[in-house]
Structures are given as structure tokens and as C-alpha cells.
């Protein structure tokens, strides 16, 4: 059974005892009841455990044995036996069937107790071995008696089993007592002592109880409150720069993109003009006799007056000007289809067949014009937009740029 008291306990005294004071925070293994009551320091716990569990212990086959220090108090007919330190007997040789503490071995362990424990008492002793019964055996029992005496407490602990258990001598034997304590505070005593012996090992910080992990609670809620503004803080500044990147992309592909259109269509107008320029010069061409050949002329009679002459080579001139005009007009034609079709598909040569004989003047864009300024400036007033977005392929609302050449009506 477990059980955690967050309140002291204050005991009261009567004639010739002291005044002594419950630990705080405590947990409660089995049930305790009787006349003795046993606290162990929970620092003490845990370098026993550690120590016992230990390579160099559970590969031999001796015991390893240490001496309890702390206090003992007596109140109402109940020991109270508190143990606040722990000495181990390094080269004591010890085992479930022998346990002798030399004057060596005490010799070593007062000298400990006066470096790390100098102001604490012998209150009892602790045996653990591998495989070993937790049971108060007659060996025990007189290695208890002819050391510590019968106020004095021993825990045996079986380090393999993971079973231990704490022993009062009454009636002329070791009690195995039902319950005890486990009890957590400041235990720098006991912790210089753990670092001295392993200096590797850190001592593990104790598990928080009552008030004290009350405590810490708040003091990490709080610590996290501060933390808080600087997170939103950075949060927002992440999403601002996301935000602006997101906005600056935005604009650069759509720039990209009107660029990519105004270059299209100064290529699609450079060649409109191209073909314009073509037709025009054709119409300065004269075709020669091989191309276009002149009909005959038949020879008139000599009674044929002046006049009737003239008529009839003006008729002639007239056949030979229809013949010319309709061949470079069908000329024309073949070649208008053959490059639409080439480079702006059936659609855009519809197109070109509709303004073939048309000749429009290209324009550049110059800073700050607009559709609306050049329609007025242009023609007199905002009429013509509609034709010039309709022969450049763009909306009244969209944008041009300086540098950019269009055609006009």
C-alpha cells in the first residue's frame, strides 16, 4: 500500500522525550503498525538499490553489507528510527552463512561517519546478497545482537528477486515488520557521499510529492506564460514574411506572364508588318512578258481611222492592267493563307484573310500611355478602342507596357 502526506505530523512530548517532527512527503510501503516505526530517506534507498544491483554483486557470491545512520526517537511507546545516510563495508567479507564486522571494519566505518555524517548515529544495518531469503536467520539474528543491539534496525534485500523488508529484534529475535517509510528531502549529506563512491552516477532526483510538485507545476506554467508572447511573436513574424513572399511571387509570375504575352504578340505584329510590307512592294512589281504574256494584237486595216486605234489599244491596256491586278491579288491571297496558317492556325488565318489589302500602322508604347490617350490623340475621341483591341488580340482593362509595339486601325 502507498501512501502520500503532504502535512508534518508534530508529535507531541511528555516528560523526558524530545520534541521531534514527521518528515514530509512520505510514501508508504505495506502496512505499518507495532511499536516500530522505520523512515528511510529516499537518497538512501536508492544507492542501496543501485549498489546491490550492481555487477560487482550479482557476479560474486558475497554479501554486500552497509551501516545505517540518522536518529532514533521514542515517543508514546513507538521507535522511530529515521535514516538519513548509508556507509558501505567495502572490505568486509560477508555472506548469508557468515557475517563478522571486524575491528577493521568498524574502525573504517567510523572514520566514514566522521567525514560524511559527523553529526548522525548508528541506527541499524543492511545485508544484501543474491538469491538470499528475507528472513531474520539465526546468523543475522547474532551478527544484530553483538553489533547494534536490540533498538537497532536491519533490511535484508534480495537484489534479484527485487524483495526487501526491515527486521526489529523483539523476544530474543528479528520481527519482520509489515510496513515502512520512504520519506523525500534535501539529503546533501547523503548525495556527496553517492558522487564520492561513483562518480559517474548522479544521484536521481527524487519523485515529487505534495507541495513541493505543486510547486514546480506552477513555476513551469508560469515559465511557459513568458514563453508564450515570444512564440506568437515569432509566429505572426513567420507568417508575415510567408505572407510577403507569397505576394511578391505573385506579382513576379504575373509580370513574367504579361511580358511573355507582349513579346508574342510584338513577334505576331513584326510579322503582320512583314507581310504588309510584302504586299505593298508587290503592287510596285510589273510583271514581265514571260510571267503575264500580252495577247495579240491583230493589225488593222488602213481604213481603221486615228480614233478606232486609240479605242482599241485602250481597251488592250485596260485587259492587260485586269490581267496584272488579278494575278498579284491571287498571289497575294496564297501567300497571307500560307503564313497564317503556318504561324497562327486556321483561326488567326481567317483572321488574316479578312484584312488581307490592309495595311495598319505599328505603334510602341511609350511611358504613361494609355488605350483611352491614344484613341483620342490618334482619332479624335475613344471610338476606335474597341478596333485596336480587337486587331492586337487584347481586352480594354489589360495592361501595356513601354516598349510594347501594337498595330492600329
Known amino acids: 500500500m502507498i501512501e502520500v502526506i503532504y502535512k508534518e505530523e508534530k508529535q507531541e512530548t511528555e516528560e523526558n522525550e524530545e520534541l521531534f517532527i514527521i518528515p514530509r512527503n512520505i510514501r508508504q510501503i505495506g502496512f505499518v503498525n507495532g511499536g516500530c516505526r522505520i523512515y528511510i530517506e529516499d537518497y538512501v534507498y536508492t544507492f542501496l538499490g543501485r549498489t546491490a544491483s550492481s555487477e560487482k554483486v550479482l557476479g560474486s557470491?558475497?554479501?554486500?553489507?552497509?551501516?545505517?545512520?540518522?536518529?532514533?526517537?521514542?515517543q508514546d511507546g513507538i521507535t522511530y528510527v529515521f535514516i538519513r545516510g548509508a556507509i558501505l563495508a567495502e572490505n568486509m567479507e560477508a555472506a548469508r552463512e557468515h557475517v563478522d564486522f571486524s575491528e577493521d571494519i568498524w574502525t573504517d566505518i567510523h572514520q566514514e561517519q566522521e567525514k560524511y555524517f559527523p553529526e548522525q548515529e548508528i541506527v541499524g544495518w543492511f545485508f544484501a546478497q543474491p538469491e538470499v531469503p528475507v528472513v531474520g536467520t539465526e546468523v543475522f539474528s547474532r551478527a544484530h545482537m553483538k553489533n547494534f543491539g536490540a533498538e537497532k534496525?536491519?533490511?535484508?534485500?534480495?537484489?534479484?528477486?527485487?524483495?526487501?523488508?526491515?527486521?526489529?529484534?523483539?523476544?530474543?529475535?528479528?520481527?519482520?515488520?509489515?510496513?515502512?517509510?520512504?520519506?523525500?528531502e534535501k539529503n546533501p549529506l547523503m548525495q556527496a557521499y553517492m558522487i564520492e563512491k561513483n562518480p559517474d552516477a548522479q544521484p536521481e532526483k527524487p519523485e515529487e510529492t505534495g507541495e513541493e510538485a505543486v510547486k514546480n507545476i506552477r513555476k513551469i506554467i508560469?515559465?511557459?506564460?513568458?514563453?508564450?508572447?515570444?512564440?506568437?511573436?515569432?509566429?505572426?513574424?513567420?507568417?508575415?514574411?510567408?505572407?510577403?513572399?507569397?505576394?511578391?511571387?505573385?506579382?513576379?509570375?504575373?509580370?513574367?506572364?504579361?511580358?511573355?504575352?507582349?513579346e508574342k504578340r510584338k513577334e505576331e505584329i513584326t510579322?503582320?508588318?512583314?507581310?504588309?510590307?510584302?504586299?505593298?512592294k508587290e503592287?510596285?512589281?510589273?510583271?514581265?512578258?514571260?510571267?503575264?504574256?500580252?495577247?495579240?494584237?491583230?493589225?488593222?486595216?488602213?481604213?481603221?481611222?486615228?480614233?478606232?486605234?486609240d479605242t482599241e489599244n485602250e481597251h488592250i491596256y485596260k485587259e492587260e492592267a485586269d490581267v496584272r491586278k488579278a494575278w498579284r491579288r491571287k498571289?497575294?491571297?496564297?501567300?497571307?493563307?500560307?503564313?497564317?496558317?503556318?504561324?497562327?492556325?486556321?483561326?488567326?488565318?481567317?483572321?488574316?484573310?479578312?484584312?488581307?489589302?490592309?495595311?495598319?500602322?505599328?505603334?510602341?508604347?511609350?511611358?504613361?500611355?494609355?488605350?483611352?490617350q491614344i484613341s483620342v490623340a490618334r482619332y479624335g475621341s475613344t471610338d476606335a478602342i474597341k478596333e485596336i483591341c480587337r486587331l492586337n488580340g487584347i481586352t480594354e482593362q489589360e495592361i501595356i507596357?513601354?516598349?510594347?509595339?501594337?498595330?492600329l486601325p
Open 61 to 74: 557470491k558475497k554479501g554486500c553489507v552497509a551501516v545505517f545512520t540518522g536518529e532514533i526517537k521514542y
Open 153 to 184: 534496525v536491519l533490511m535484508i534485500l534480495n537484489p534479484v528477486e527485487r524483495e526487501d523488508g526491515f527486521f526489529c529484534y523483539e523476544n530474543g529475535e528479528l520481527v519482520r515488520q509489515k510496513g515502512y517509510y520512504i520519506y523525500y
Open 222 to 262: 508560469k515559465e511557459k506564460k513568458k514563453q508564450e508572447p515570444e512564440e506568437r511573436a515569432s509566429f505572426f513574424s513567420y507568417a508575415a514574411t510567408v505572407c510577403l513572399a507569397a505576394a511578391v511571387l505573385a506579382v513576379g509570375v504575373n509580370f513574367y506572364q504579361d511580358y511573355q504575352n507582349a
Open 271 to 280: 510579322q503582320v508588318s512583314a507581310v504588309t510590307k510584302s504586299e505593298k
Open 283 to 309: 503592287t510596285n512589281i510589273t510583271p514581265t512578258p514571260s510571267v503575264i504574256p500580252s495577247p495579240a494584237v491583230t493589225p488593222t486595216p488602213d481604213a481603221l481611222s486615228e480614233k478606232q486605234k
Open 331 to 372: 498571289k497575294m491571297e496564297e501567300k497571307k493563307k500560307e503564313s497564317y496558317v503556318e504561324n497562327r492556325g486556321e483561326h488567326k488565318k481567317q483572321e488574316a484573310e479578312e484584312t488581307v489589302g490592309n495595311v495598319h500602322e505599328s505603334y510602341v508604347i511609350r511611358p504613361g500611355d494609355t488605350l483611352y
Open 401 to 407: 507596357y513601354p516598349g510594347q509595339v501594337i498595330v
